[in-house]
């Protein structure tokens, strides 16, 4: 269970243009997932916070116009990198989180496999 | 603001037991986690952690928690070429519910 999927699983865009990448919880629903963002050799650096019905929470220095998400429903939410250039290449990642039933309510984020972003 | 650190490398010959440290600095983390991610992929939740246990065992798998110290570990018993790759240790922030991520360590398991 607790299974994430993504797609693609990558994409050679042109600079200039838009690229959106799907994540999906495939066996639960996820009313939070996150958008991660990792550079080569580095670790996972916080994009935002996806929330099923209502507007992401960016985390500082995230434009939300360049990486627009949208979560329309339980179980999927969108990335759309806008008007992307060389230096959005990247490796997105992206979590759901799974409520923990039992001695605490804090919860556990599944990973989607990746989507590997290069931009030429 | 939540920081969580481990060492870059470690390189252990298969068999061997391998220890991955972390240390994290929010002690009022509730969960600690250590994640597993392979060339080109995502991440892989390997075991977690309450903050009121001390041990948790998972076959090959053994988390020691220190809270005083706030020092997590991770230990590999007979470790295998497939365990390469680099893992993660985080720490649920008790402000936002966030994850902090360490830096991730590489582990090299040699024949």
């Known amino acids: 269970g607790a299974v994430v999927s993504q797609h693609p699983s990558w994409v050679i865009c042109k600079s200039g243009t838009s690229v959106k990448i799907e994540c999906r919880s495939l066996d639960f629903q996820a009313t939070t997932m996150f958008w991660y963002r990792q550079f080569p050799k580095q670790s996972l650096m916080l994009m935002a916070t996806s929330n099923e019905g209502s507007k992401a929470t960016y985390e500082q220095g995230v434009e939300k116009d360049k990486f627009l998400i949208n979560h329309a429903s339980l179980t999927l939410s969108t990335l759309t990198v806008t008007s992307a250039h060389p230096e959005d290449s990247s490796f997105y990642i992206c979590?759901?989180?799974?409520?923990?039933?039992?001695?605490?309510?804090?919860?556990?984020?599944?990973f989607g496999p990746g989507t590997r972003l290069t931009v030429l | 603001g939540e920081d969580v650190e481990q060492s870059l490398f470690l390189s252990v010959r298969e068999g061997d037991s391998s220890v991955i440290n972390c240390t994290y600095t929010d002690s009022s983390s509730t969960y600690l986690y250590w994640y597993k991610q392979e060339p080109g992929a995502g991440l892989q939740l390997l075991t977690y952690?309450?903050?009121?246990?001390d041990m948790k065992q998972d076959q090959r798998l053994t988390v020691l928690l220190n809270k005083k110290d706030k020092h997590l570990s991770l230990r590999i018993a007979d470790t295998q070429t497939g365990d390469s790759a680099i893992y993660f240790c985080?720490?649920?922030?008790?402000?936002?519910?966030?994850?902090?991520f360490g830096q991730g360590t590489t582990l090299q398991v040699k024949p």
């Open positions: 985080a720490a649920d922030s008790s402000n936002t519910g966030k994850l902090i």
């Open positions: 952690i309450f903050s009121n246990m």
């Open positions: 979590s759901a989180r799974v409520k923990r039933t039992g001695i605490s309510s804090t919860d556990t984020q599944y």
